[in-house]
């Protein structure tokens, strides 16, 4: 029984008859050890910390529902291992890095990076020693984030670099954000094209383009790497078209410009936000990734450098303590529509309609994912270009058509479907070329739609 079929009958104020005992769906949103969902994440290289966090000491990490050490050797390797000593438990929070690991202050056993077990001086005549290995986990840092593969260490994937992260002239400052809810509820966020126009415009007021407030016609595509929301809106004799919301399987989003109007001629303008919804447990996630700063994604320089970081970024309504609690029940962001809905979204109390399709797909695709895997398919590569480089898709492209053109519904979701079908196509052009492959494409299908009119 859905929960519409439960609503029926309940009558004014019948909240009595309400369902009780309903739970989460926990295949897609349990992530500890051995759970469906905790494995598939497990297969992809996932973000720990910020590099700036991690000073001479150990940082404790909590990540997938397991408890972590990160730290650095004196060397200046990076290490993460389970944070209880294999000894007697203590925590290696407090444990002193070498030149080769780090040392549990109870007994002084010694872990390399790796998990080896380098020396038990305890006991001098154990043999644990260079037989034994306390558990550990593969690192990698890139651009100031610390990022761990904490799957089948036989099957380590090529960390993958997306194109947004090679853009001329881009620089990336990393953040993090602390989120006390599943990370599923957070990435469905990037394919609910509608909570823009209501959250972010006509309820909380224009917190980014009084554009936005406009109801678009949406629809939602798979990529090779997941997939994107297609967002359109006719505009001032354009059609604007927001290939946005890109879901990068299973819990990486790219979003594109924060403050776009949609009033300027423009193709393939990429992406402001490259993030991971890495689950810190059940109930608990870290939103980690980099803001993208250049004049193309941000003209008018609005964003601010300075206000990116640990606990911080430069647009309203993502963290909790950025504003007092009564102002942000007065103009809610997406922290508290998101946390809102419980430690654990209840997917079997929801009534899901049209305007739902992109979170309805997106958990279909995740729900797909955890059952390969289960029936043993390996996890496939994201295809690259030649220079090693993932091609992704996030991207606004803002089209002139004549006034009456523009603001014909059906021409507008024409446009948006055709632009969505150019920048998949166009993610197998050559790199260097790709940006005009897209850029003639969509004037040719201007161009046709103009003569049809």
Known sequence: ??????????????????????????????????????????????????????????????????????????????????????HRGASLEYGLPSDQGIVCCYHGWHYGTDGSILETPNDPTSKNAGRLYHPAYRTHEYEGIVFAYMGPPEDVPEFPILDTYVEPDNEMVPFSLHMPCNW???????????????????????????????LPIHEHVRTPLGMLSVISRGWKGRVWVRTGGEIILPNINQATALWETGEDEKYFQRASLTRWMRAIDDDHTHVIGWRHFNDRVDPDHKGDKNAVGKDKIDFIGQTEMERPYEERQRIPGDYEAIVGQRPIAIHDLENLN???????????????????????????????????????????TVVTLPDSLGEDPEIIRAVGDQVAKINIASGKQEPDRRLAYFGTKVSEIASEITNMG
């Open 1 to 86: 029984m859905n929960n519409s079929e439960r609503m029926k009958g309940k009558g004014q104020h019948g909240g009595y008859y309400t369902s009780r005992g309903i739970t989460e769906d926990a295949e897609l949103t349990h992530v500890g050890p051995g759970t469906p969902g905790g494995e598939y994440l497990r297969r992809f290289w996932q973000p720990v910390a910020l590099s700036s966090e991690l000073g001479e000491l150990p940082l404790n990490v909590r990540m997938l529902g397991e408890d972590l050490v990160l730290f650095r050797t004196r060397k200046g390797e990076l290490g993460l291992l389970e944070r209880h000593c294999s």
């Open 184 to 214: 599923l509820q957070v990435i469905e966020n990037f394919q609910d094209p509608t909570h823009s126009v209501f959250l972010h415009t006509r309820v909380s007021g224009a917190q980014f383009s009084p554009n936005w407030g406009q």
């Open 354 to 396: 049209s305007a739902d399709r992109g979170v309805a797909t997106l958990r279909s695709l995740v729900r797909r994912g955890i059952r390969q895997l289960g029936r043993g398919k390996p996890i496939a590569p994201p295809k690259r270009d030649k220079r090693g480089i993932v091609p992704t898709y996030s991207a606004d």
